[in-house]
């Protein structure tokens, strides 16, 4: 009977053990995410107060507060400019770290992104076509033509990539290499139409393709917004699945989780992000590889935490790349495709690196 009473108390305590670590487990993840929240707040207010007009970030903190206290001028350039200009970047870093975050998963590869499948790339194309032609007779303006383009492009070459996967049954190896192949095709048909460009035309498609927030306004980020808005809730749907996923795809499949039909559902939502964000700002690379790989050392694979950690160090990323895009050369902006290239290129060159021998 103590033999009994003794191993009944040996599994109680191991069970409280138990339910104590993952509190702390929960806790400790909660805490990091709101202190990675906290960091974008300030580099938001930061970015919102950094320009050539050099606003503070008192006269930042005025505007919020009390408007009305400000000169006409001073309202146009926060409301109009600043604040849309620093939204856009929180949004599009969020939706391109979430993108990459769940391609990296589903794909299982970690040098994926957002521009693996050569949606970036078809953007480009989009916009390149927009800006070579004449679209005047059209109804609405060229500042809507060019966007829409971009995003009807992405979108293209997203739906193609999701039906040859349905046809070869969703393989890694196929999409991966599939996407790549695209993207070379796709650069190569942007770099033809850039040769039979005149000059006007080509310098125009020179800067979309480095990426650029000057094209900000509240619309266009309301409406990146709510596609972060709809994706977000059905990617954490599937945190579950895509934890277990990690841990290899036939032990997800013997816990009955429908791998390939995930992995459709999981490129149709990345699409939609990358093609909307891309769609706005031009191409921007690396935030969708380096802002995943930044959460996942912060918070794990559990994808609970996961991917809203993506999400927020992609917006990070790119909030800290807009500050530095109007810090770095007084009186310019650099466009900040340049800017994300030059951060990322290094953390994509040590990714490789680190993979040696594992392959």
């Excluded at 929960?26 to 606003?55: E, N, Q, Y």
């Amino acid at each position: 009977m103590d033999t009994q009473l003794v191993s009944a108390t040996s599994k109680e305590e191991a069970a409280l053990s138990l339910s104590q670590r993952y509190r702390r487990f929960v806790f400790k993840r909660t805490l990091l995410l709101s202190s990675m929240l906290l960091a974008l707040v300030i580099a938001w207010a930061f970015d919102t107060a950094t320009g050539p007009s050099h606003l503070g970030i008192d006269v930042i903190w005025q505007a919020l507060t009390a408007p009305d206290s400000l000169d006409a001028v001073e309202r146009v350039i926060i409301f109009d400019v600043r604040i849309p200009y620093a939204l856009m970047a929180v949004v599009v870093g969020a939706a391109l770290g979430l993108a990459g975050a769940e391609m990296q998963t589903t794909l299982n590869n970690p040098l994926a992104s957002p521009f693996t499948l050569g949606i970036g790339a078809a953007a480009s194309l989009g916009a390149a076509v927009a800006i070579l032609f004449d679209w005047r007779w059209l109804p609405f303006g060229f500042n809507f033509v060019l966007p829409l383009f971009a995003f009807l492009f992405a979108l293209a070459a997203s739906l193609l990539v999701v039906i040859l996967s349905r046809s070869q049954g969703a393989s890694v190896n196929t999409v991966i290499l599939f996407g790549i192949s695209l993207f070379f095709a796709l650069n190569a048909m942007v770099s033809l139409l850039m040769f039979i460009a005149d000059s006007n035309a080509l310098q125009q498609i020179v800067f979309w393709t480095m990426g650029s927030l000057a094209r900000a306004s509240i619309d266009k980020v309301l409406v990146v917004t709510a596609v972060l808005v709809i994706c977000f809730p059905l990617s954490l749907r599937q945190a579950w699945a895509m934890t277990a996923i990690r841990s290899g795809e036939d032990q997800a499949r013997s816990i009955g989780i429908r791998v390939e039909r995930m992995r459709l559902m999981v490129l149709l939502r990345v699409s939609v992000l990358t093609a909307v964000a891309v769609a706005f700002v031009g191409e921007i690379g690396f935030v969708g590889l380096v802002g995943p790989h930044i959460a996942r050392i912060l918070l794990g694979e559990d994808h609970r935490f996961f991917l809203p950690g993506s999400a927020i160090a992609g917006a990070l990323l790119l909030s800290l790349a807009s500050i530095a895009s109007k810090s770095l050369v007084t009186g310019v902006i650099l466009p900040i495709g340049i800017v994300t290239a030059l951060i990322g290129i290094p953390f994509f060159m040590s990714l490789i690196l680190s993979q040696k021998g594992r392959v």
